[in-house]
């Protein structure tokens, strides 16, 4: 059947595009809205608009959207000056006949050139105070906090540690600043879900997926030394950029500061300072303008497997021991295996260096060690890192 003008409705222009009401068309076809054709036989589409809005958002959205506002970008400025010609006297290098001798250049005073950088951080507390990397803020001279909705506000490096590479940063004026919620990762397992949020490459507000790859990494597995800090290792995308920005569970909450990514042989792992451990040189940043670093001063490593192949026995081997340090002082020797620290077992060497940081400077420990097959207690006293430099 053809169906003729004279027979349909008589609808003035504009009304036809509001009109929601079916009109039969030629060739069979059915007119719902402007943007949908159903033909006959086939499921009606709903409209897009009405399928987004039916779409549930996915752990990540919901998880960026509780953190994401605070995780800023920081963005320094450092003077590097550059000296002359140096390592001879001044006057014989304005003798002109010395410098056509030697071909030296005209002498010059020492320029100075501004490097600039970027990296991450995330807002944790509603004074204004940011955790990121002490790297980042490393001999910075200026330094601004740019906020994801646009506010640029000057911040100041209120301490930084070397030690963990943590630094806190303050947001300098009045506001109301969002905030992260902290969570515990004492918590986590491998194999949970990691959200990386940051700035990398200077891209902002980039977000990236991955898992927990492994806990309690040692900095000196990756080859690095004067660090002091057991890592979250993730395969969520940490690009330089990142430095500073946090890593998030599936909730949302922080776990970790993001800190450095392998590059080379091994490329795509991540590595984080767990949140508990931030937290805590955050607080003595804020506090007491410096951290503070337990030491006994030995060296650690795991057990050696009885057999190749055979799983590594719990515990941790003593090889070094420091003259005059608090170890040595307590009688623990080399090739003693500490199997147990303040009443808890020791699994790894990682696990001694945790006990010693929780139990603080000047605090009495108890090490239990195992020696030619005999168990000893032995009670030792942390001293400060520094301290324990000098000697």
């Not at 000196?220 to 990142?242: E, H, M, V």
């Amino acid at each position: 059947m053809v169906v003729t003008s004279r027979q349909l409705p008589q609808i003035s222009g504009s009304t036809w595009w509001r009109c929601r009401t079916v009109l039969p068309l030629v060739m069979g076809l059915t007119l719902l809205a402007p943007d949908v054709i159903a033909l006959p036989g086939r499921n009606v589409l709903a409209a897009p608009s009405e399928s987004v809005e039916r779409m549930p958002r996915s752990f990540v959205a919901e998880a960026v959207a509780r953190s994401g506002p605070a995780v800023v970008t920081l963005e320094t400025s450092r003077t590097v000056r550059t000296a002359g010609v140096s390592g001879l006297p001044q006057g014989m290098l304005k003798d002109p006949f010395f410098r056509r001798f030697f071909g030296l250049q005209v002498p010059q005073a020492s320029r100075s050139r501004v490097e600039r950088g970027q990296g991450s951080g995330v807002i944790f507390d509603r004074q204004g105070l940011v955790l990121t990397n002490a790297h980042v803020v490393e001999n910075t001279d200026q330094l601004m906090v740019g906020l994801p909705d646009g506010r640029r506000v000057p911040g100041q490096v209120v301490g930084q540690d070397s030690v963990t590479d943590l630094a806190v940063v303050r947001i300098k004026g009045q506001g109301v600043w969002p905030t992260a919620p902290l969570g515990d990762s004492d918590r986590l397992r491998v194999g949970d879900w990691a959200i990386a949020v940051g700035n990398p490459f200077g891209l902002e507000n980039t977000v990236t997926l991955g898992i927990v790859s492994n806990l309690n990494r040692n900095v000196s597995q990756l080859g690095i030394q004067g660090k002091r800090l057991d890592l979250i290792q993730t395969d969520a995308a940490i690009n330089p950029g990142n430095s500073g920005g946090p890593l998030l569970n599936a909730s949302g909450e922080v776990v970790g500061i993001n800190t450095l990514v392998r590059s080379g042989p091994g490329a795509g792992l991540g590595f984080a300072i767990p949140i508990n451990r931030a937290r805590t040189i955050a607080m003595q940043l804020v506090n007491q303008g410096r951290a503070s670093h337990p030491m006994v001063g030995i060296g650690l490593s795991t057990v050696p497997a009885p057999t190749p192949g055979e799983a590594v026995p719990p515990g941790a081997v003593v090889r070094s021991v420091m003259p005059r340090g608090p170890g040595a002082l307590a009688g623990l020797q080399v090739d003693d295996v500490i199997v147990a620290v303040g009443g808890e077992p020791v699994r790894t060497p990682a696990d001694v260096v945790t006990a010693i940081d929780r139990s603080g400077v000047g605090q009495p420990l108890v090490i239990n060690v195992r020696r030619q097959g005999q168990s000893l207690p032995l009670t030792v006293i942390p001293i400060e890192m520094r301290a324990l430099q000098v000697r």
